[in-house]
């Protein structure tokens, strides 16, 4: 039996969700759109989307990129969980 590939398994290209929580602040958004579109070009409103959490203290974002390569996910994965306001990627 072959074993399959990182690269093989995803099939890139690919649509990823990028999850991240943080708290509600507005930085947050702009920050976190930021450090993904220096790595998948620019996010388009309707690629986002958000829930607060019941008490509105923090807040999780999914952004749906076209990701190209499992390079490019641990790029964007290690610069969002260096980042102070970025609380989780899930």
Do not use: W
């Not at 702009?30 to 959490?53: D, F, L």
């Not at 990701?67 to 610069?79: D, G, P, R, V």
């Not at 102070?84 to 990627?89: D, E, G, Q, R």
């Amino acid at each position: 039996m072959t074993k399959l590939t990182t690269e093989e398994i995803f099939n890139f290209p690919c649509d990823y969700p990028v999850k991240v929580m943080g708290k509600d602040c507005k930085e947050l958004h702009s920050e976190i759109c930021g450090i993904i579109e220096s790595y998948a070009g620019k996010i388009h409103p309707n690629q986002i989307s958000s829930k607060k959490s019941t008490k509105g203290n923090y807040i999780s974002y999914t952004i749906r990129i076209v990701a190209t390569s499992m390079t490019q996910l641990n790029s964007i994965n290690k610069e969002l969980q260096s980042h102070n306001l970025v609380a989780y990627i899930l």
